[in-house]
């Protein structure tokens, strides 16, 4: 996981990269669109908050990270989270599950603090034919999938944990028989989609510069709402909605 610095960085990245901010715009609008009207207990908990941007489109989101943040509301760990059971309506994750050190725990956990009907929410990097290659080259995190998601692990600080970029391929994209064995009777799979082919590889995430400059920002928006028939070659990006049921 990122430290207090990194991702303090990461916000002034933000703030400056127009390509970078309307990229993550869209999964924000399309995320609070799909959260749980669930009524009663916390309405949205954002676990990962990272820079901070998600609660520009949710105000009402409790902001979390595992480290102190002038943005976020509480400190937490993804694996021991600090709410009732059955008291959380949403849970909002970007970029955070390949950072865990026991996903399927997590998996868990999210079960036990969600009411019934509640959901959780996820943005994960997805190998496609062309972003993999790309990732592999550009992105310092790696694509294992010799890893097992579903074996048992032990619980160790995210801070010691090596990130692995295929754990959602792995776990909602493959192996449906095991996803359905331990998860079918906690999760209904709500939706389960491919996205982020223009904007996002444009963008250079917020590690790498920008590929094409701002003002390419209209026309890129254009492509990226016309390649969702190319999604499962070149996403970058996976979106999955899970609800508890």
């Given at each position: 996981m990122f430290d207090a610095d990194e991702l303090t960085d990461h916000r002034r990245v933000w703030e400056n990269k127009r390509i970078l901010r309307t990229a993550y715009a869209r999964w924000y609008r399309r995320m609070c669109k799909d959260l749980s009207p669930v009524k009663g207990g916390t309405p949205c908990v954002e676990l990962g908050s990272g820079s901070g941007n998600f609660g520009e489109w949710y105000p009402r989101a409790i902001g979390t990270d595992i480290v102190r943040l002038p943005w976020t509301r509480a400190v937490c760990d993804a694996h021991d989270l600090p709410f009732a059971d059955r008291?959380?309506?949403?849970?909002?994750?970007?970029d955070v599950l390949h950072h865990l050190g026991s996903p399927t725990a997590f998996l868990q956990e999210a079960g036990r603090v969600l009411t019934v009907g509640g959901r959780l929410l996820l943005v994960e990097p997805y190998p496609s034919a062309l972003s993999l290659p790309v990732y592999r080259r550009f992105h310092p995190e790696p694509f294992d999938f010799s890893r097992e998601v579903y074996a048992p692990q032990p619980?160790?600080?995210?801070?010691?944990?090596?990130?692995?970029?295929?754990?959602a391929c792995q776990l909602f994209f493959r192996?449906?028989?095991l996803w359905a064995d331990r998860f079918g009777g906690v999760f209904a799979t709500v939706?389960?989609?491919?996205?982020a082919s223009v904007l996002y590889p444009a963008s250079g995430g917020f590690s790498n510069r920008s590929l094409l400059p701002d003002t390419s920002v209209p026309l890129l928006s254009i492509l990226e709402s016309v390649a969702w028939p190319f999604h499962a070659l070149s996403a970058f990006r996976c979106y999955v909605v899970l609800q508890r049921r």
């Amino acid at each position: 996981m990122f430290d207090a610095d990194e991702l303090t960085d990461h916000r002034r990245v933000w703030e400056n990269k127009r390509i970078l901010r309307t990229a993550y715009a869209r999964w924000y609008r399309r995320m609070c669109k799909d959260l749980s009207p669930v009524k009663g207990g916390t309405p949205c908990v954002e676990l990962g908050s990272g820079s901070g941007n998600f609660g520009e489109w949710y105000p009402r989101a409790i902001g979390t990270d595992i480290v102190r943040l002038p943005w976020t509301r509480a400190v937490c760990d993804a694996h021991d989270l600090p709410f009732a059971d059955r008291s959380v309506a949403n849970i909002v994750m970007v970029d955070v599950l390949h950072h865990l050190g026991s996903p399927t725990a997590f998996l868990q956990e999210a079960g036990r603090v969600l009411t019934v009907g509640g959901r959780l929410l996820l943005v994960e990097p997805y190998p496609s034919a062309l972003s993999l290659p790309v990732y592999r080259r550009f992105h310092p995190e790696p694509f294992d999938f010799s890893r097992e998601v579903y074996a048992p692990q032990p619980q160790i600080p995210d801070a010691d944990v090596t990130p692995n970029q295929a754990v959602a391929c792995q776990l909602f994209f493959r192996n449906k028989s095991l996803w359905a064995d331990r998860f079918g009777g906690v999760f209904a799979t709500v939706k389960k989609q491919r996205m982020a082919s223009v904007l996002y590889p444009a963008s250079g995430g917020f590690s790498n510069r920008s590929l094409l400059p701002d003002t390419s920002v209209p026309l890129l928006s254009i492509l990226e709402s016309v390649a969702w028939p190319f999604h499962a070659l070149s996403a970058f990006r996976c979106y999955v909605v899970l609800q508890r049921r």
